[in-house]
């Protein structure tokens, strides 16, 4: 699991709005290029998306599903890349006060197995830890330009 936390002085509210909406996900989540929903649902839990990006050398589609949907405090979605890396990754959003957030963005991630899932697992996993870092600091930046 990787993990990544820091605070920023906007309401959680404003925070949390900005981080689930989906056609800006691609400014501020490490690697996505794109996000569109599938069905009609763009929200909540039960909303799909399918998405492309890249990490490394590596190009992905996916499809992610909202598992957890708690307003203005807690997103988790469950991807599933082309590539056979399943993800589990969530936004937490807490008050610290009327105008400060604490925003803690946590991702835990299974590659496939065999060779293959081992020589993605090598060119992957290194990024990880670094990209949770720069998702959650280009979150906090994005909401502090535009919230």
Known sequence: M???SG??????EAVFDYAVDYRRMPEWVF????ITPIGEL???VGAEFRGTGKIGPIAMTGTSRITEWEPCRRITEALVTNNGIVALAAVATTPMGSAVTRVD???DYKFPGGLAGKV??????PLLGSGIR???RALRR????TC
């Open 105 to 107: 963005i946590t991702a």
């Open 142 to 145: 994005q909401c502090l330009r």
């Open 42 to 44: 763009s929200d909540g």
């Open 120 to 125: 993605l697992q090598r060119a992957i996993e």
């Open 2 to 4: 990787v993990f990544a």
């Open 7 to 12: 605070t920023l002085e906007l309401p959680a």
């Open 31 to 34: 690697g996505l290029r794109t």
């Open 134 to 136: 720069h998702t959650e």
